[in-house]
């Protein structure tokens, strides 16, 4: 596709279990971002990639997440040990490097932990 | 990056001009200021960018005061597709981190 597509789009998670959130970002673009949107909130910066520079994961909230992206394509977010409060939309954007370009961001993935 | 300060909420009517402020008194030489808009449950969409000039493009005009503290942005005639959250954004333009905002919720209506 042309887009930024997430996968899954939803998903239901029992407390304490691990998630794991996949993003493919549009061909070509070097840049990757992981945002989250709780209910009714703005958008949390979590990470972000750049070819193979190493990540900024200065947005992470704590060590339970985690990301991974192999080369220039799919990108992993990992939840580990799962809490109420992680239930949100996770939201991923790819652009082409630095500089002016615009983000494309997907349609998100909504999780909800119970 | 300097903060932006943008109303909660409007209202504008179809078919009429939408017009939303945004101030960045704290901007500086290098910042850019971009907008997005956040359709309800879907991600961010870009749809203008501007460092000094007015910008223009097939969804939006983008004015800049000639101080740079404060941006309009158009949306000529607004749609009810229009209705979402509009954020303004401030970016260094070496800077990939885009920060968002609360935004201003904009509803069109009939």
């Known amino acids: 596709g042309a887009g930024v597509s997430q996968s899954p789009s939803n998903k239901v998670t029992e407390k304490g279990k691990d998630v794991e959130l996949r993003c493919d970002p549009i061909?070509?673009?070097?840049?990757l971002y992981w945002y989250r949107q709780r209910l009714g909130q703005g958008l949390e910066f979590l990470i972000y990639?750049?070819?193979?520079?190493?990540?900024?994961k200065s947005g992470l909230p704590s060590d339970r997440f985690s990301a991974e992206r192999t080369g220039e394509s799919v990108s992993t977010l990992t939840i580990q040990r799962t809490q109420q409060e992680d239930s949100a939309v996770y939201l991923c954007?790819?652009?082409?490097?630095?500089?002016?370009?615009?983000?494309?961001f997907g349609q998100g993935t909504r999780l909800t932990v119970v | 990056d300097a903060k932006t300060t943008q109303p909660p909420s409007m209202d504008c009517a179809e078919g009429r001009a939408a017009n939303l402020p945004c101030n960045h008194s704290?901007?500086?030489?290098?910042?850019?200021v971009y907008w997005y808009r956040q359709i309800h449950s879907q991600g961010p969409q870009y749809i203008i960018h501007?460092?000094?000039n007015n910008e223009t493009n097939e969804m939006a005009s983008l004015i800049i005061t000639e101080d740079r503290k404060s941006s309009t942005l158009i949306l000529p005639h607004a749609t009810l597709r229009d209705t979402a959250v509009y954020y303004c954004?401030?970016?260094?333009?070496?800077?990939?981190?885009?920060?968002f905002g609360a935004g201003t919720t904009v509803t069109v209506r009939a």
């Open positions: 954007a790819s652009s082409l490097p630095r500089g002016q370009s615009e983000a494309f």
């Open positions: 061909s070509g673009h070097t840049a």
């Open positions: 990639f750049q070819g193979n520079s190493a990540p900024d």
């Open positions: 704290t901007i500086s030489g290098n910042e850019y």
């Open positions: 501007g460092l000094k």
């Open positions: 954004i401030v970016r260094r333009s070496n800077d990939y981190k885009l920060s």
